[in-house]
């Protein structure tokens, strides 16, 4: 019997699309504020999720994260570079993972429906867009920080399956996050855990029926 169901692709944004956060963009930044990157980092991580689902603004996640770094009296320094500081984060993401994105033009150009659902703070995805715009391609994007919830909350699969009109049993869901890749199994997804470039893209490949490259 010949297999007719669709064949969607999924998509987890930072560290699948992109390469690995390079902190390093973030050494003037702690120089001035006399930080220790390993302090800074543990903080970054430590809000970020609350950041990324919107429970945070961007002054009161930064205000936390360099608080807890060991920075005093910042916030005046915070008033004025509030803005740095985003571009600087967004910066530490910006090398992409090519064969990921060759991978998303191939789907595309072969009529394989495509989608982003991503954790990152509200408006990020926009800007995301403006620096990558062949990724606008992509028909249906779902940015958590721009919804108020984020993975692996059931509801952010939900919400992207409605705005979709896609079934989860018909689409491969990429991340790199565990919990993430076990929320979306439990609603019927088929996924893949993403380790490395060459294993997601033959996954995709292979889920697809894409011809060989």
Known sequence: MTDTRKRN???????????AQDASVFDPV??????????????????????????????????????????????????????RLGRTDLAAWSRPRRVMHDLVARLVDAGVPVGILSNMPAGAGRLWMDLWPALDRVAFKLWSGDEGVSKPDPAIYKLFIE??????????????????????RALGFKVHLFRTEDAAAKAVSAWARLPQA
């Open 30 to 83: 702690l120089d001035e504020l006399g930080l220790k990157r390993n302090a800074f980092l543990g903080a970054w991580g430590l809000h970020r999720a609350a950041y990324d689902c919107g429970s945070l603004d961007a002054r009161a996640y930064w205000s936390l994260v360099l608080g807890d770094a060991g920075a005093t009296g910042a916030a005046p320094w915070l008033d004025g570079n509030l803005d």
């Open 9 to 19: 692709v999924l998509l987890d944004f930072g560290y699948v699309l992109t390469s």
């Open 163 to 184: 705005r979709s009109g896609w079934l989860p049993e018909d689409t491969l869901f990429v991340d790199d996050v565990e919990r993430n890749i076990d929320a979306a």
